[in-house]
């Protein structure tokens, strides 16, 4: 069979598979919340699943094996270092709902640190939530074409339109479901594509590939590490599913899924770790060109692997995209209408005076067709991790200290725009040389995150500060 008519079938499977698996949301509790009949809570083994399958990104299998082709198996063991996000991510979220009672991350900053600290936090989550739409039907696209040729962007447009057909018949359900199957069929097209690609180089080799240093790569590692501890705060396609099971099951299921995920990325590290062994020319797209020097059958297998992982990610998207506009800034409940604390009054007002999922709806078509704009204008896709990981350091005390009573407004404040300060000043290369750590090509990188996160924790403090001493005035005035 051609190339070509494999690659579209694939997707033809794929989009009937998902359509079929699909429920369709009635209630809200279901749409934003993947709750059926308002109670009944996702499995253990689905949320891990879940969990798994949504954090395993197109985009970052690319980036994982692109490390691997550059730094052997030290590349994807450093890309790794970011999956610790995910138990990071689940014990924070575990104690911020026995201990504050939490409904989501945007409801502690909205009634701990206030409405434009809430604001703050909604715009950072939802500009992510914009590039992973992008990025990850751009990866698949590539397999359909090179970049800019028509069977590229034809196949981005209707990757992105299936995927969003079967995200608006259930919304979080759907993509909870949908990612069980998805991450089956994931790990059989990898183990696969592995048993065919690993013995061509030897296992031996494999293992010994790459120098544990900085120059070797270590250094992204430590920068992996330092962001592990607030880079998952931003990111509502993980922290989303810490808010649909009991918190002690979601705690298992976060432990679990942050092992298996991050056992994962290593293995689809070796896709690239093989073209270093082999002296394998791959560019920035490791697997597509790993698998094209294997032929058509590895090919197939990786691609649709491709499209079952960017399909997990982009509804998942969707749906936290349509939670954060419907829930987090229109301020409705799981059952309806709630007086919960929202950013701006006027907006939520608006929002709650919409039908929750009819609305969500049209926010998931919005954000498809916005969020695809970038694809059609020619943004490259590999460059936002590491640097929008600098820019939210400061979510990293907001949350992890969230159970410091004194903290408020001027502690989110301090901690959260000099996190971001510092980013933008590394990505317009404005961060002095001497912070650089070791001689690798992620030193500058590893130095400002270093900085950075002693800067934020020590805003954070300042600001605490700064909260008691106009709470003490606030009450003498009274």
Known sequence: MDLEVLLWTSMVIYAVV????????TTVAEFFSAKKDGDREISTGFLIGSVVISWLFAKSITNA????????????????????????????????????????????????????????????????????VWSNTAVVAAYFGAAGSTGYYVAAAV???????????????????????????????????????????????????????????????LVGLLQAFSYGFHDPVLTDRGFISRPQQTLRGYLAAGAIAGAFIVLFGLIGVHANVTGLAVGEDAPLKVAQAFGVSVLAGISVMMMLSAGSTLDSTLSSFSKAVVQDLGG?????????????????????????????????????????????LGTEILKATT????????LAPVFLLAFVRAAGPFAFHLAFWSGMALGIAHTADLTPEWLAIGGGDYAALLGVNLAGTVLVFVGFGLGTLVDVFVSAETSSEG
């Open 332 to 376: 409705v409940g799981a059952e309806g209408r709630s007086a919960r604390a929202i950013p701006i009054e006027s907006l939520g007002r608006w929002i709650r005076a919409r039908d929750p999922i009819h609305l969500g709806r049209w926010v998931m078509v919005a954000t498809v067709i916005v969020g695809s704009l970038p694809l059609y």
């Open 18 to 25: 998902m359509f079929a698996l699909s429920p369709r949301a």
């Open 159 to 221: 990757f992105a339109g299936l995927t969003l057909g079967y995200s608006l018949r259930g919304g979080l359900r759907s993509s909870v479901l949908t990612d069980a199957f998805q991450c089956g069929v994931a790990v059989f097209l990898l183990v696969f594509a592995l048993a065919i690609i690993v013995p061509d180089a030897s296992v031996g080799a494999t293992l010994s590939s790459g120098e544990w240093t900085l120059k070797g790569g270590l250094d992204l590692a």
């Open 387 to 394: 640097i929008s990981g600098t820019m939210v350091l400061g």
């Open 65 to 132: 094996a692109n490390l691997g082709a550059s730094y052997g198996l030290v590349g994807a063991v450093a890309y790794a270092a970011w999956y610790l996000s995910i138990p990071v991510a689940g014990v924070a979220i575990y104690l911020l709902r026995r201990h504050l009672g939490a409904e989501s991350l945007s409801d502690v900053v909205t009634s701990k640190y206030g409405r434009m600290a809430s604001l703050g936090f909604l715009v950072a989550i939802l500009i992510r939530l914009f590039n992973e």
